[in-house]
């Protein structure tokens, strides 16, 4: 199974500036058709997950553009522009080849 | 409005077996594969499976492999996802979801 690996475990961020989360995978998630099946997932507390980028850099209608994805390969960044009280909560990154793992998780939360 | 509707908590034996329902609404059921995903108290999130809503194919997570069967019932549009043999360590919540569509979550607890 491809092992999934981020950093870092916890973030605290002062409201109106930039966070980063990194994502390894231990093997390419390019697929033979093209696409790299990289996902960005937020659960906030006691919500379920939500997912808000797909095939590394695409956003979900109604994701707000300040998180943006990038990455290619084995790894791969989640940037938040801007950091705002709602985006508290622990982010995943999710790949999407059989079978389908997720990383640890990072907790986000504000200072 | 887009959303999956899940069946509510249980409280289960070990050994016993339980069932949970996901209800499609709003979009084309047959149309997207539904994928089940657990979280155990405080932890992080576990793939178990998917179900392709349009043929019944699944694909299951290796761990699960002959404990879990996923089904749906097109005529009503819902998914089911079916553990058997439960553990005390398969209490978790169940989700199902339709990429970023995810329902509200299954709490299962497996308790003597």
């Known amino acids: 199974d491809i092992v999934m690996t981020q950093t870092p475990l916890s973030l605290s961020v002062t409201p109106g500036q930039p966070a980063s989360i990194s994502c390894k995978s231990s093997e390419s998630l390019l697929h033979s058709d093209g696409k790299t099946y990289l996902y960005w997932c937020l659960q906030k507390p006691g919500q379920s997950p939500q997912v808000l980028i797909y095939?590394?850099?695409s956003r979900f209608s109604g994701v707000p553009d300040r998180f943006s994805g990038s990455g290619s390969g084995t790894n791969f960044t989640l940037k938040i522009s801007r950091v705002e009280a709602e985006d508290v909560g622990i982010y995943y990154c999710?790949?999407?080849?059989?079978?389908?793992?997720f990383g640890g998780g990072t907790k986000v939360e504000i200072k | 409005q887009i959303q999956l509707v899940q069946s509510g908590a249980e409280v289960k034996k070990p050994g016993a077996s339980v069932k949970v329902s996901c209800k499609a609404s709003?979009?084309?059921?047959?149309?997207?594969?539904i994928s089940w995903v657990r979280q155990a108290p405080g932890q992080g999130l576990e793939w178990m499976g998917w179900?392709?809503?349009?043929?019944?194919?699944?694909k299951y997570a290796q761990k699960l492999q002959g404990r879990v069967t996923m089904s749906t019932d097109t005529s009503t549009d819902t998914a089911y996802m079916e553990l058997r043999s439960l553990r005390s360590d398969d209490t978790a919540v169940y989700y199902c979801?339709?990429?970023?569509?995810w329902g509200q979550g299954t709490l299962v607890t497996v308790s003597s």
């Open positions: 095939e590394v850099s």
């Open positions: 179900i392709n809503t349009y043929n019944g194919n699944t």
């Open positions: 979801a339709r990429i970023n569509v």
């Open positions: 709003g979009y084309t059921f047959t149309s997207y594969a």
């Open positions: 999710m790949q999407g080849i059989y079978p389908l793992t």
